[in-house]
């Protein structure tokens, strides 16, 4: 399944940002998961939600921010991101896992396909 993420942009803190990966295939069969990387530092978990939808998991630094959901008939998954902060600014990846997502399979190792990453960047 091939996976084009979308919806970066510059924005300044405390806006919003949605973010979108669009699948080229039927992605109901995948948990689907965002994760971020900054300059300088390791790829981190941001949110992930289960094949269903039904089941969302968050990093604590986007909890109660960041929204995760995704549309099995639109082959979509977005993040809504509020409340935007400077050390939000990173390169976000959508991706894709043949695994169960349970317990938020947080380890990007799990995840069989990636899109490319979408810049978010957020001035202070």
């Known amino acids: 399944v091939q996976l084009q993420a979308s919806g970066g942009g510059l924005v300044q803190a405390g806006d919003s940002l949605r973010l979108s990966c669009a699948s080229s295939d039927s992605f109901s069969p995948y948990g689907m998961g965002w994760f971020r990387q900054a300059p300088g530092k390791e790829r981190e978990f941001v949110a992930s939600?289960?094949?269903?939808?039904?089941?969302?998991y968050y990093a604590d630094s986007v909890k109660g921010r960041f929204i995760i959901s995704r549309d099995n008939a639109q082959n979509t998954l977005w993040l809504q991101m509020n409340s935007l902060k400077p050390e939000d600014t990173a390169a976000y990846y959508c991706a894709a896992t043949t695994k169960i997502v349970n317990s938020g399979r947080k380890n990007g190792r799990d995840y069989d396909y990636w899109g490319q990453g979408t810049q978010v960047t957020v001035s202070s």
């Open positions: 939600i289960t094949r269903s939808g039904l089941n969302r």
